[in-house]
Nanobody, 119 residues
Framework: QVRLVESGGGLVQPGGSLRLSCASS????????VGWWRQAPGKERELVAV???????NYAGFVQGRFSISRDNAKNMVYLQMNSLRPEDTAVFYC?????????????WGQGTQVTVSS
């Protein structure tokens, strides 16, 4: 069973940057898809960005070129670089991994890291 631990959240001013990290307890080459999701107070959790084992990426429309997801297979890490942050980006950010082994499909969430964008 994989364990995911997020870090890198914090308080940042509008227009600032943060890099979130997601550490996996197993080799991320065993994770078919890893994504970042976020949940703002009173809102549903929503997808931010995903990256596949092959390195393909996809982003939510609200990202608008501000965020970048990447993976470091040697360190078993997935990152989310966030630039030009806005107050509406304030949320708890979660890392989610999907493992597909034969007919088995396993989803794992991290515990989340708080991002607050405020002056």
């Amino acid at each position: 069973q994989v364990r995911l631990v997020e870090s890198g959240g914090g308080l940042v001013q509008p227009g600032g940057s943060l890099r979130l990290s997601c550490a996996s307890s197993i080799s991320i080459t065993r994770l078919n898809v890893v994504g970042w999701w976020r949940q703002a107070p009173g809102k549903e959790r929503e997808l931010v960005a995903v990256i596949t084992l092959g390195g393909s990426t996809n982003y939510a429309g609200f990202v608008q070129g501000r965020f970048s997801i990447s993976r470091d297979n040697a360190k078993n890490m997935v990152y989310l670089q966030m630039n030009s942050l806005r107050p509406e980006d304030t949320a708890v950010f979660y890392c989610k991994a999907v493992q597909i082994t034969g007919s088995d499909y396993t989803t794992t969430w991290g515990q989340g890291t708080q991002v607050t964008v405020s002056s």
